[in-house]
């Protein structure tokens, strides 16, 4: 007898209830996950992080191949000891930020300034007679987990955060709980241009990165980026453009292993006056500038070239 023919199949409501099972003792290992690391130090953490990252660079080769061809394609002018030394780096950064941010939810609001610290918030300031919103754009470099926290302590404006919610209710809810302690609005990415209508003139700072692989080509806005053409989100531009939201780039540097600066700079202070495409490109643009300087701190380990454009 063959094993397709002895496939078991649970009844619905069975399958529903180890579903929901399942979810609770994941919570439940993630919960005790949360409070053990919280208890650690950041000295102790990072030589957790160090090990760990060696275990998945090199006993499991964590998307490994993914990281190395990355880098090639964007550094083909570089040798295969310096690709190494990137990929080295690359993995060191993917782990720090994942310990950050599990450590983040321990963390006291005066660590998250001190170790988050939005340089020139004044920036703002050119603003501050006006009922204008305000799409900050940051990127994944750096520490990019703790930035919905860190922006609802040190500005004034409401932060109006987009997140895919996670199949898990209870994870969702305990990741939400967490990100939103600060005072950020935390709201789905389905739901996006609604929070844009609802939130018209409220002068609110709406937290949007663009540099992921779009799940649609056709929608997606293309730039020559890294040397390469690249398929970029089109939400920023849409929603600038659509409703004159001046777009901030957010720079976000490692200044040391677990603390960072965080300078803005404006993309556009007025997107109706853009072609279609510009303010994608300079993000691009200024994106690439960044990570020629330091390229191991940006995500490696995301298929970000997997589209072609037709």
Not at 10 to 39: D, H, Q, W
Not at 121 to 139: F, G, H, R, V
Not at 255 to 276: A, D, H, I, M, Q
Request: charged share 25%; aromatic share 12%.
């Amino acid at each position: 007898m063959s094993f397709a023919m002895c496939r078991i199949s649970f009844p619905a409501k069975e399958k529903s209830t180890t579903f929901a099972i399942m979810n609770i003792v994941l919570t439940a290992l993630t919960y005790f996950f949360i409070l053990l690391m919280g208890i650690l130090p950041f000295r102790v953490l990072y030589a957790f992080s160090d090990f760990v990252r060696f275990l998945l660079q090199h006993i499991f080769g964590y998307r490994k191949k993914v990281v190395v061809s990355n880098l090639r394609r964007c550094f083909p002018e570089k040798d295969d000891a310096e690709i190494n030394k990137l990929t080295c780096d690359a993995y060191k950064n993917l782990m720090d930020v994942m310990v950050e941010g599990i450590k983040a939810f321990t963390m006291t609001k005066k660590q998250i300034v001190e170790r988050h610290k939005i340089l020139n918030p004044e920036i703002l300031d050119i603003l501050k007679d006006s009922k204008k919103n305000i799409i900050a754009a940051p990127c994944h470099y750096g520490n990019w987990e703790w930035g919905t926290m860190s922006s609802g302590l040190q500005f004034n404006n409401q932060i109006v955060g987009f997140y895919t919610p996670l199949s898990n209710p209870y994870l969702d809810k305990l990741i939400r709980k967490n990100r939103s302690r600060t005072g950020i609005y935390l709201t789905s990415t389905r739901n996006t241009t609604k929070t844009f209508d609802e939130r018209e003139d409220t002068k609110s700072i709406f937290i949007m990165a663009a540099d992921q692989s779009p799940s649609k080509p056709d929608r997606a806005i293309w730039v020559n980026f890294l040397g390469q053409k690249t398929a970029f989100l089109h939400g920023i531009e849409k929603h600038a453009r659509l409703r004159n939201i001046p777009v901030l780039f957010v720079d976000i540097q490692r200044v040391k292993r677990g603390y960072y600066t965080l300078e803005l700079s404006f993309l556009s202070k007025n997107p109706k006056e853009t072609n279609p495409g510009e303010i994608t490109t300079k993000y691009a643009k200024t994106l690439e500038k960044i990570i020629r300087q330091n390229p191991g701190n940006w995500l490696w380990s995301h298929k970000r070239w997997k589209l072609n454009k037709n």
